[in-house]
């Protein structure tokens, strides 16, 4: 049986590559608007009431709008957009956040895609929040590089195009000065925490590719955990995960740089827990493509689980 499929945003960033990523497919028919009718709400409204699936890949007022075009009980909905990530009624959908999440998905009519941040800051703490090694109430930081792709369209020609009228020749920018990012409340649920963790991101001058870092002092924390304890939670947690993987102790002890780029073209998340056991530290650390897992990878693993493709299982029985 094949699924009909509409994805709303189709030339976007995200939208192109979750394309590319499903162009080969077989048991997808693709509905498809051309470059005239695709922002006509009309035969949006069409097409979204003609999909079983539909993968948002829009700015959030546009995400909102295409959900209340539909009015059927069938059309499925994946959303990339932000709009609702914390929204009663969505499903989250990271697989690998928990046993139960990814079922959770497989029967969801309505699933946000995780923003590209949060899935590896998510993924660094809730399981040692699950555990009790960092207390509900503790005070978090989370610092991460964005590639500009990250911004989208409007973005990849202020780094691109010398004719933008916002091109930029800076190397490296921080910004959410203000400390309201848009992913702090995404962050702060599926983290199971009881205040907002403070979110430092920044953009570099290369396309793709993210580190997101937490810091944790384990001197400071209840039960003062070892490195190796932590570790060995966070390997636990994503024991047998396809996508998910946790660097063994020993490898990231040795090295000595890690660069942003190293997961692009994949829909992998590498966590590390760089530490000293002497100063009782550890930088929780995990590599993605905002792209990839962050985005276009993840919504594909969401669809997948959806519709029973085998391709999607988080984990492998
Ligand atoms: N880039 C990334 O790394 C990630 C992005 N996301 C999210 O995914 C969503 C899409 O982002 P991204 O692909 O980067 O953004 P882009 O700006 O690259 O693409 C958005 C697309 O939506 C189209 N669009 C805008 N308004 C409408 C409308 N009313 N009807 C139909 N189409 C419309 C745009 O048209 P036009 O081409 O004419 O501008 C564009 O093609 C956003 O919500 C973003 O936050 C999520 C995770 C990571
Ligand atoms: C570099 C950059 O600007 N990144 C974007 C986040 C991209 C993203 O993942 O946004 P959503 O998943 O929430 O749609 C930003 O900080 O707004």
């Known amino acids: 049986m094949t699924t009909k499929l509409f994805i709303d945003g189709e030339v976007g960033t995200t939208g192109l590559q979750i394309r590319a990523r499903l162009d080969q497919r077989k048991d997808l028919d693709f509905i498809s608007l051309g470059e005239e009718k695709r922002k006509d709400a009309g035969a949006r409204r069409e097409a979204l009431n003609a999909a079983d699936v539909v993968i948002l890949c829009l700015p959030d007022d546009a995400a ?185 102790l020993g490898e990231s002890a040795a090295m000595t740089k890690l660069e942003p780029e190293g997961l692009n073209g994949t829909n992998e998340l590498k966590l590390f827990a760089f530490g000293n056991e002497t100063t009782g530290q550890v930088m929780l650390t995990a590599l993605l493509d905002n792209l990839g897992k962050g985005a276009s990878g993840q919504a594909v693993q969401c669809l997948n689980i959806m519709i029973g493709a085998d391709e999607g299982l988080a984990v492998d029985l």
């Open 64 to 248: 909102k709008e295409a959900v209340s075009l539909i009015d059927n009980k069938t059309t499925r909905v994946i959303d990339a957009s932000t709009a609702h990530r914390v929204a009663p009624g969505w499903v989250y959908g990271f697989p690998e956040m928990s046993p139960e999440q990814g079922r959770a998905i497989s029967g969801a009519a309505r699933v946000t895609n995780p923003g590209c941040y949060p899935t590896g800051a998510i993924a660094l703490v809730k399981p040692l929040v699950d555990a009790g090694l960092v207390p509900k109430g503790w005070p978090l930081t989370v610092n991460a590089v964005s590639g500009y792709s990250g911004g989208g369209k409007q973005m990849i020609a202020e780094f691109e195009d010398e004719d933008a009228p916002n091109y930029t020749f800076e190397a490296f920018r921080a910004y959410a000065l203000g400390l309201a990012h848009k992913h702090v409340p995404e962050m702060q649920v599926n983290m199971g925490l009881d205040h907002p963790p403070l979110f430092a991101p920044a953009v570099g001058r290369y396309a793709q590719g993210m580190i997101v870092e937490v810091p944790l002092q384990l001197w400071a924390l209840p039960g003062k955990p070892s490195v190796a304890r932590v570790h060995e939670v966070l390997a636990a947690a994503y024991e047998g995960a396809r996508f998910v993987s946790v660097v063994p």
